[in-house]
């Protein structure tokens, strides 16, 4: 993948930051704390909390899929403490897919369909994790229909293989 232009970036996160200032101007503080505090219930509804497991090769994660549309993603990348992995280092589990897809195998015509109310299961190799260290995970996605990026960060204990 190209790298990004600093100025590109900055230009991405400034409109942000102009979105949220005229959020905060629609709604007033109390409305825009409810908003985040929605957004962060999403977040955490997404994840299974203690999913965070060391395997073998690296660790596994695994997303709930609440209730509610997800959607179809043709792009994936994972990071550990905001160290990106490579993609062909990642994988995916859906439950009505093959066994594990690697991140790369995605595209626009066969997207990673993010049902509501089913799982997916999510893997990496990255020697190196020790177990009882708490980590900070982000998965980033692009959904086919909807062009900006979408993500997911947890921070979680990583929990031996067996744990339960």
Known sequence: MPAVHP??????????????????????PH???EMVRMAEFLERSIYQEGSLRATREGFS???LNP?????????????????????????VSEPQG?????????????????????????????????????????LNLRNVAIPPMVWVRFTDELRREEEG
Not at 80 to 91: A, F, G, K, N, T
Not at 122 to 135: D, E, K, N, T
């Open 98 to 138: 093959p066994s594990l897809r690697p991140f790369p195998s995605l595209s626009r015509q066969e997207p990673l369909h993010l049902r509501p109310g089913e799982g997916a299961s999510f893997a990496a190799r990255l020697p190196g994790l020790v177990p009882g260290h708490r980590h900070t995970v982000q």
């Open 67 to 91: 209730p509610m549309r997800m959607g179809a993603f043709h792009w994936a990348t994972l990071s550990v403490d905001q160290r990106p992995l490579p993609p062909e280092d990642c994988s």
């Open 61 to 63: 994660f695994r997303l």
């Open 7 to 28: 100025l590109r970036t900055l230009t991405r996160d400034l409109s942000l930051f102009r979105q949220g200032l005229t959020i905060l101007h629609q709604v007033g």
């Open 31 to 33: 409305g825009l704390g």
